[in-house]
């Protein structure tokens, strides 16, 4: 739930609710004061909340692990003093605290959830499913090891989660949004404009000079970080899935064949389907009369005139076998020839007769058109029942000694060498590096690891085993002046020309909105052409760059202004007039809107609602524990 509130807080709305919710905790310990509330705890205890007790290793590893998210975020290492100004510590602490608070809720209402609930949502996570859709026991254990679980610390786990959430939901299942908040949101999303522009290429800032060696030292200085590799590492790897030794040319036509008869009807057929009209009478005796009236000549048509029917009223559509849910009903409309009326049906709510009109004929799909999915498929799972087999060959083989390219070799497999990829899978010129298996699990693992060092063996999403070794590092450095003096001087002259059009437009702009009138600057420009826009609105596509449509709605109706273009020009424009719709509680733009403001209305009440019950259950802290676990002191801004 928490987790959840995190990626809220990515929002305006949320980002808003998380600081006034971090505005209360300290606020809170503000009025407690730092002696009082770090009185009274054992060595090992951070805090405790109510009657929860928050040891000082759960603080370190919740700590730990996002210092490490944040790190492979921005690709560096990050000092605890740093986390500590961005207000890391500070964030996890408060999670740490709110779940603690819900814990202790839910155990004071008596709150549970049980074994056969938790089992159930366990089997049913998708990132325990192997390559069949089913659960993978050992995908599971391989989750378990990868985030240092049991299987029982976890269910106790999941079993917290789920009892917050019961109180998460009895707190926001039924909150009404205010129709006044979303009406004005509406209109302000919905509002569009129509503008005219100018587009002025880099060329219009005219001729630049040569810049001087002195000139491109000072930009290269000033931009420095600008001229940077990111680390490369060069990975050797060997991933045993399905998919990588899955032999589909090895299955034999006999075999495809043999499955194909096995599934072609469920799979590759569409049975047959027939057109169903039934009458239904309240007796066996009315159903009998309305027989013999048939037999006397009348037709269904003429029974269904009679019972005050319409061909729609009668219809069961164009259905299969399957689509009918009364067997008898069924078994006597397949019987039927096409045209053909049945005598009396027992149904279940009483007797029918039924007639059957057009005959849809089933259809296979022949084996040639499906021979090759048939064949990969039953490759993956012959490769499914290998895989063990592989695994304990190379462990074997590295155990040995081997290097991971001769183990792989000793069983029939070549390594991959990836000659250099960076942190986020880019190669040196910048394109993502293709084929990776479980790419984000490996480039994590390959990251935190070092050149000689035996790494632990990666379980593949979806089934299978992923083995890699690094062979070399190139560390992140900062070019020199003339390894990148190239660069320097094509942002310095892009710099430059967006200088002087910013500095041009801004004097063209002061005429526009003095009345001249933008056909007359484009003629004295140039001859430029221009342009327009009819349908410009915030955060959707209009053709403009998201910059220039932002700027676009930052001047009134009727004004001008200019934004950079894309590819370093800039663009003049000004705004010829705006609607904005009649507000509609029924469009459809409104769904996202109303989630979203959903969402932030969900989390303000959590919000008020956990300050309230940290504020009646009383939260204490040590300060000791905390600067351990974290390497920072919390200090008076805490």
């Not at 917050?164 to 707190?171: G, S």
């Not at 991971?404 to 070799?409: C, G, M, Q, V, Y």
């Not at 259950?617 to 920072?632: D, R």
């Amino acid at each position: 739930m928490l987790q959840s509130m995190r990626a809220s807080a990515q929002g305006w709305i949320g980002r808003v609710i998380m600081a006034i919710l971090m505005g209360l905790i300290i606020l809170s310990f503000a009025i407690w004061g730092i002696g009082d509330i770090f009185r009274g705890f054992g060595a090992n205890n951070l805090a405790r909340v109510g009657g929860v007790e928050i040891g000082a290793d759960t603080l370190r590893n919740a700590y730990q692990a996002e210092l490490q998210k944040m790190q492979r975020a921005e690709h560096r290492n990050i000092t605890n003093e740093e986390a500590h100004e961005y207000g890391l510590d500070r964030q996890v602490l408060s999670e740490l605290v709110n779940e603690a608070a819900l814990d202790d809720q839910a155990r004071r209402l008596g709150l549970a959830i049980s074994d056969e609930d938790i089992k159930k949502t366990i089997v049913n996570d998708d990132n325990f499913k192997g390559v069949t859709g089913q659960f993978d026991r050992q995908a599971f254990d391989a989750f378990l090891r990868d985030e240092g679980l049991t299987e029982k610390s976890y269910v106790r786990q999941q079993r917290s989660v789920h009892l917050r959430r019961q109180i998460v939901d009895a707190l926001t299942n039924g909150v009404q949004l205010p129709k006044a908040l979303l009406e004005a949101i509406f209109r302000f999303q919905m509002e569009t404009r129509r503008v005219d522009y100018i587009v002025f290429s880099t060329a219009s800032a005219g001729p630049l000079p040569a810049p001087s060696q002195e000139e491109l030292k000072s930009y290269f200085e000033i931009n420095r970080q600008l001229y940077a590799t990111p680390e490369f590492r060069s990975l050797v790897v060997v991933p045993v899935t399905p998919a990588s030794i899955a032999k589909p040319d090895d299955v034999s036509d006999a075999d495809a064949r043999n499955r194909y008869e096995e599934v072609k009807n469920d799979r590759f057929g569409a049975p047959e389907k027939r057109e169903v009209e039934q009458i239904l009478f309240a007796s066996d005796a009315e159903a009998q009369e309305a027989h013999a009236k048939l037999d006397a000549g009348k037709t269904f048509d003429d029974l269904m005139a009679e019972k005050n029917l319409t061909p729609k009223d009668a219809s069961l559509g164009t259905v299969a076998r399957t689509g009918l849910i009364d067997k008898n009903v069924a078994d006597a409309a397949f019987s039927l020839k096409e045209g053909e009326v049945s005598g009396p049906v027992k149904a279940r709510f009483g007797t029918v007769v039924l007639r059957v009109g057009k005959i849809v004929a089933s259809t296979v799909k022949p084996y040639s058109d499906v021979a090759a999915e048939l064949k990969h498929e039953i490759a993956l799972q012959r490769a499914q029942s290998d895989i063990a087999r592989l695994h304990d060959a190379i462990e074997d083989q590295r155990t040995s000694g081997k290097s991971l390219t001769e183990a792989a070799k000793s069983v029939g497999l070549e390594a991959r060498v990836i000659a250099a990829i960076d942190a986020v899978g880019n190669d040196p010129q910048g394109v993502p590096v293709k084929d990776l298996v479980d790419g984000a699990a490996l480039l994590k693992a390959a990251f935190a690891s070092d050149i000689g060092v035996d790494n632990d063996t990666l379980r593949v999403q979806g089934g299978g085993y992923q083995w890699f070794e690094v062979a070399r590092i190139d560390k992140a450095r900062e070019k020199a002046f003339d390894e990148a003096k190239a660069e320097v001087e094509k942002a310095w002259r892009e710099d430059k020309a967006g200088k002087l059009l910013s500095a041009k437009t801004t004097e063209l702009v002061k005429k526009l909105d003095a009345g001249e009138r933008m056909a007359a600057i484009g003629a004295a420009e140039g001859n430029l052409a221009v342009k327009h826009a009819d349908d410009v609105r915030r955060g959707a596509s209009s053709g403009l760059a998201l910059n220039v449509v932002t700027q676009i709605f930052n001047v009134g109706v009727h004004r001008a202004g200019s934004a950079a273009s894309e590819d370093g020009g800039r663009i003049l424009f000004q705004v010829v007039d705006s609607t904005t719709p009649a507000f509609d509680p029924e469009a459809a733009e409104l769904a996202n809107i109303r989630g979203d403001v959903k969402r932030g209305f969900d989390e303000d009440v959590i919000t008020q609602y956990l300050a309230k019950l940290e504020s009646d259950i009383g939260v204490k802290l040590n300060a000791k524990v905390y600067s351990a676990a974290t390497g920072v002191s919390p200090g008076d801004d805490f």
